[in-house]
């Protein structure tokens, strides 16, 4: 088993900046890459960003290309999400996830563990 604990989340105003932090432990060793997903009310999860610790390589939504960066440290086990130029529509529960086999980078069942969850919201 593997736990994920996501912190960083808050109240920002546009335009802003924040930093998510997602930290592993437990089986960590399985895991080969890791993810970011949101969900805001009345909508469906969905992929923000995600790391593979091959390259390593980054994906990212197109809705937040050029303004949120993924990056990690797979020895620490650790995931960050840097997330800048917040718009409004960024708000949202965000879900840290790991993932044993990457295949699709934002499909959600590709994912194995996921954490709690932190809240973003950002105001206009």
């Known amino acids: 088993q593997v736990q994920l604990v996501e912190s960083g989340g808050g109240l920002v105003q546009a335009g802003g900046s924040l930093r998510l932090s997602c930290a592993a432990s437990?089986?960590?060793?399985?895991?080969?890459?890791m993810g970011w997903f949101r969900q805001a009310p009345g909508k469906d999860r969905e992929f923000v960003a995600a790391?593979?610790?091959?390259?390593?390589?980054?994906y990212y939504a197109d809705s937040v290309k050029g303004r949120f960066t993924i990056s990690g440290d797979n020895a620490k086990n650790t995931v960050y999400l840097q997330m800048s130029s917040l718009k409004p529509e960024d708000t949202a529960v965000y879900y840290c996830?790991?993932?044993?086999?990457?295949?699709?980078?934002?499909?959600?069942?590709?994912?194995?563990?996921w954490g709690q969850g932190t809240q973003v919201t950002v105001s206009s």
């Open positions: 790391i593979s610790w091959s390259g390593p390589y980054t």
């Open positions: 996830a790991a993932s044993r086999l990457l295949t699709n980078a934002g499909w959600s069942p590709d994912y194995d563990y």
């Open positions: 437990g089986r960590t060793f399985s895991n080969v890459a």
